[in-house]
Each structure stands twice: as structure tokens, then as C-alpha cells.
């Protein structure tokens, strides 16, 4: 099997897993394990990739034999008891929904992030474009943590085809899609911008 004839999908798809905006990858065959890292090595983000998928996008392997590439890597995989596609598909659509949301207190709220949705204090969610959402998720790892713009640039845009500038419309945006709530991404003078810590 040789590379793809365009290589451009796959790129996003590394892109995509680096800044969370997939919430699973599925797996059907060892040589797609390794373009898909071997993509990722070729863009300078293989431990970006190995660590958004040891934390925060869920790898699923039809079968132990597709697993062993990235289990080797340090990377837990889940597997259907059989290999097979269908299976595979019920697995993801058990371990998905408790797998990608996360809860954090921020302030005096608390905050429910699934996928691109935020809900806070029990509220309506808020549906964020994907950009956004990223913003929030690394924010939200740490809350009172201090991100630079620089750092929010490369873990969020990825590829640096962005200055910093960018950083401070997104969060901008973010706060404005948070309405009510836009006090709890708060900037500190000179250093960057945090999620507000829990008290």
C-alpha cells in the first residue's frame, strides 16, 4: 500500500486531532495506523497526535491486530470483541458519550464540555464553532493555568499559519458566544488568558 494519492485529507484529519475537534478515530487496518502517524511525524505534530489521543480523542481498532501499532506508542485502544466493522460501530457508539465529556468548575460555575457544546449551570448549551471549542478545551484543562498567546496559537491552530492576533479575536468571539458567562475567560495583563479558577 503506498501513500494517498492526495495527501491533503489526511493532514487535516492529524490537524483536526491535535486541536480536538474529532471525538473518535476508527481504525480498520495496521498501514492506516501508520500513515496516519507517519502524516503526522511529516508535519512535526507526532506527539501532539499520541498525546490527543492518549487524553482527549477516543482510538478504536477493528481488531488487536490494528491496535498493536498504536498500543505500542503508549496508546490505549478500544476494540470490539470481534473484528469486525459492525462491531466496531456499536463500541464507539457505547464509549463515546461518556468518554468525550469533561466537567470542570470555573469560578463559580460549572462547566459540561461535550464535542462542541458547553453548558454552564445546568443552561441551554452553547453550541461553539469548532475553532472556538478549542480555545475553551485548552482553557479548560487548567483553569487558573495562564496560556500565552503563543501557546494558545500553536496548540489550537496547529500549523502556525497564524500570528497572534488571531488568539485575541478567538477569544474574543468565545466570549461573546458565552454571553452572560464571558467573565469566566479572563486576560492577564501581558501573559495571556485563563479560565477563571474555581472558588
Not at 487524553?55 to 470490539?80: F, H, I, K
Not at 469486525?84 to 460555575?109: F, H, I, K, N
Request: net charge positive; with cysteine.
Amino acid at each position: 500500500m503506498g501513500p494517498p494519492a492526495d495527501p491533503a485529507p489526511l493532514r487535516r484529519l492529524v490537524e483536526q486531532t491535535v486541536r480536538r475537534e474529532l471525538h473518535t478515530l476508527t481504525f480498520t487496518s495496521a498501514p492506516a495506523i501508520d500513515a496516519f502517524l507517519a502524516a503526522a511525524a511529516g508535519l512535526g505534530l507526532g506527539d501532539e497526535v499520541l498525546t490527543a489521543l492518549r487524553r482527549d480523542v477516543l482510538p478504536v481498532g477493528v481488531g488487536p491486530v490494528c491496535a498493536r501499532r498504536l498500543e505500542e506508542a503508549g496508546v490505549t485502544v478500544l476494540c470490539p470483541e470481534r473484528g469486525r466493522l459492525g462491531a466496531m460501530g456499536r463500541t464507539v457508539e457505547a464509549a463515546l458519550p461518556a468518554y468525550s465529556r469533561r466537567e470542570v468548575r470555573a469560578g463559580p460555575s460549572t462547566l459540561v464540555l461535550q464535542g462542541n457544546a458547553v453548558l454552564i449551570d445546568d443552561g441551554p448549551p452553547v453550541r461553539l464553532p469548532p475553532l472556538l471549542a478549542a480555545v475553551l478545551r485548552a482553557l479548560a484543562e487548567q483553569p487558573g493555568r495562564v496560556l500565552s498567546r503563543a501557546e494558545l496559537l500553536r496548540r489550537v491552530w496547529v500549523t502556525g499559519r497564524a500570528d497572534e492576533h488571531v488568539v485575541e479575536a478567538a477569544v474574543a468571539r468565545l466570549r461573546g458566544a458565552l454571553d452572560g458567562h464571558a467573565r469566566l475567560v479572563r486576560t492577564v495583563p501581558k501573559r495571556g488568558y485563563s479560565l477563571a479558577a474555581a472558588t
